[in-house]
């Protein structure tokens, strides 16, 4: 894979953040719901996630010039924390509500996961082989349904991104064996331990392990906020009535502070910018991006949770993208890295909207076709 040439590289990405703004503001609407984290709330925040995740990977691995899209492209590691963050919420959420033995709780949720994820790899299979003559050994592919990709090769795997399989998959797998009602906070510490044994001792010497390490605890943090909400009605109460019923400064004073520290936390967040500190990590041995990277990242990640609960208004734009997240995750990349023509043929910023509307679409038809098979090994099954 070759990177793609563009030119006008500020004046494109002026645009796209102008059209992005007017996109963002203008499908705002009066909020429907009181709860401090409801259903369209999530999907707002995983539109947001994908978003992050589909501007850095235009700019930092398709086009020749990392500027193009900045700073929207610096986000990426909070929008996969975000999808982090809301699988931990999502589950928990579920198991309170619903508990499930372990064998239930894979048959349902491997479904959901692994009925798009599995057309969507054999598609690419096949097209690989037929139209640009790239074929796979047979370990790789087998390897690669059963949802292992210990690396994050652009140019040589069949799809990079699919790193994040591997990794959520540890955390479904262990969700139902440690799950517990009356401690999910424990649960939830015992999950991130793991995760940092890990990344840290590396046992399956997974390559793409230095992208795991920067998001070790955010699925936790989604279960704690489950915990909490179903634990502590009183706060929860209070926390609803400064959301809903202030009407003094006190809550656009929050609102405003967590848009600047987010947007602070994403403009450092990297051991670069905190120089004394990751001097000070590496004189006790302990890895900078586990800790700096990581945090900076989480801390970002919180404010914008913040930010969003205490919103009164809906936003359908990141609505419509977050129903059809995941389904635009497991396409995007392969496509503009192995099938582009778009970037080839239109304006940078033309290009952005126009692979935009393509992901949508095609993550409507998955759905169409995943969706009802989906119900239908349920019951099977």
Same mark, same amino acid.
Do not use: C
């Given at each position: 894979?070759?990177?793609?040439?563009?030119?006008?590289?500020?004046?494109? #990405? #002026?645009? +796209?953040?102008?059209?992005?703004? !007017?996109?963002f503001l203008l499908s705002f609407r009066k909020t429907q719901?009181?709860?401090?984290?409801?259903?369209?709330?999530? %999907?707002?925040?995983? /539109?947001?996630?994908?978003?992050?995740?589909? &501007? !850095?990977?235009?700019?930092?691995?398709?086009?020749?010039?990392?500027?193009?899209?900045?700073?929207?492209?610096? !986000?990426?590691? $909070?929008?996969?924390?975000?999808?982090?963050?809301? =699988?931990?919420?999502?589950?928990?959420?579920?198991?309170?509500?619903?508990?499930?033995?372990?064998?239930?709780?894979?048959?349902?949720?491997?479904?959901?996961?692994?009925?798009?994820?599995?057309?969507?790899?054999?598609?690419?299979? $096949?097209?690989?082989?037929?139209?640009?003559?790239?074929?796979? =050994?047979?370990?790789?592919?087998?390897?690669?349904?059963?949802?292992?990709?210990?690396?994050?090769?652009?140019?040589?795997?069949?799809?990079?991104?699919?790193?994040?399989?591997?990794?959520?998959?540890?955390?479904?797998?262990? &969700?139902?064996?440690?799950?517990?009602?009356?401690?999910?906070?424990?649960?939830?510490?015992? @999950?991130?331990?793991?995760?940092?044994? $890990?990344?840290?001792?590396?046992?399956?010497?997974? %390559?793409?392990?230095?992208?795991? =390490?920067?998001?070790?605890?955010?699925?936790? @943090?989604?279960?704690?906020?489950?915990?909490?909400?179903?634990?502590?009605?009183?706060?929860?109460?209070?926390? %609803?009535?400064?959301?809903?019923?202030?009407?003094? *400064? /006190?809550?656009?004073?929050?609102?405003?502070?967590?848009?600047?520290?987010? *947007?602070?936390?994403?403009?450092?967040?990297?051991?670069?910018?905190?120089?004394?500190?990751?001097?000070?990590?590496?004189?006790?041995?302990?890895?900078?991006?586990?800790?700096?990277? %990581?945090?900076?990242?989480?801390?970002?990640?919180?404010? +914008?949770?913040?930010?969003? =609960?205490?919103?009164?208004?809906?936003?359908?734009?990141?609505?419509?993208?977050?129903?059809?997240?995941?389904?635009?995750? @497991?396409?995007?990349?392969? @496509?503009?890295?192995?099938?582009?023509?778009?970037?080839? #043929?239109?304006?940078?910023?033309? *290009?952005?909207?126009?692979?935009?509307?393509?992901?949508?679409?095609?993550g409507w038809l998955l759905q169409k076709i995943t969706t009802?098979?989906?119900?239908?090994?349920?019951?099977?099954?």
């Open positions: 894979m070759t990177t793609i040439p563009i030119t006008n590289v500020p004046e494109s #990405t #002026t645009i +796209v953040i102008f059209v992005l703004l !007017a996109l719901h009181v709860d401090l984290f409801p259903i369209t709330l999530t %999907q707002e925040l995983k /539109g947001l996630g994908i978003l992050t995740v589909i &501007f !850095a990977h235009i700019s930092y691995m398709l086009v020749s010039d990392y500027h193009f899209l900045y700073p929207l492209s610096i !986000a990426s590691g $909070v929008g996969v924390d975000l999808f982090l963050f809301m =699988s931990g919420y999502g589950l928990s959420i579920g198991m309170l509500k619903k508990p499930l033995p372990a064998l239930e709780f894979y048959k349902r949720r491997m479904i959901k996961i692994f009925i798009p994820f599995w057309l969507v790899l054999f598609l690419l299979f $096949v097209a690989d082989a037929l139209f640009l003559d790239v074929h796979y =050994s047979l370990s790789y592919m087998a390897q690669s349904f059963f949802g292992w990709f210990p690396y994050a090769r652009g140019e040589i795997d069949v799809n990079s991104p699919l790193w994040y399989i591997t990794w959520i998959l540890m955390f479904y797998i262990l &969700f139902p064996l440690l799950f517990s009602a009356k401690r999910l906070w424990l649960s939830a510490i015992l @999950l991130s331990v793991i995760a940092h044994v $890990v990344v840290i001792f590396n046992p399956f010497d997974l %390559q793409s392990n230095w992208l795991h =390490s920067t998001h070790t605890i955010s699925f936790s @943090l989604g279960m704690l906020l489950a915990w909490f909400l179903y634990n502590k009605p009183e706060v929860v109460a209070k926390l %609803q009535f400064f959301r809903n019923e202030s009407t003094g *400064a /006190g809550r656009y004073i929050v609102i405003g502070s967590m848009l600047f520290l987010g *947007a602070y936390m994403v403009l450092h967040a990297t051991s670069d910018a905190w120089v004394t500190l990751s001097s000070l990590l590496k004189s006790l041995d302990i890895s900078s991006r586990i800790f700096i990277d %990581q945090m900076s990242s989480l801390v970002a990640m919180l404010a +914008v949770l913040i930010v969003f =609960s205490l919103k009164r208004v809906d936003n359908k734009f990141l609505y419509f993208i977050g129903v059809y997240s995941y389904e635009i995750y @497991l396409v995007h990349w392969p @496509l503009m890295a192995r099938y582009d023509i778009v970037f080839h #043929t239109l304006p940078a910023w033309l *290009a952005v909207f126009v692979w935009l509307v393509i992901f949508v679409a095609l009802p098979l989906g119900m239908w090994m349920d019951k099977k099954w």
